[in-house]
C-alpha cells in the first residue's frame, strides 16, 4: 500500500508542476511576442 500511496502522491505533485510550468511557459512566450510587436501570435 506504500507504494501505491507514494506514487499517487508523486502523480498529483506532477500534475501541479506540470500545470504551473505550462501555465508559466504560456506568460513567458506571451511577453516575448509582446515585446517583439507579435500580438497575432500571443493570440494564436
Known sequence: MKTNLLAAKIRYFYDIYMTFMLQNTKK???SIANQK???TFATA
Request: no cysteine; net charge negative.
Open 28 to 30: 513567458i512566450v506571451e
Open 37 to 39: 510587436g507579435m500580438s
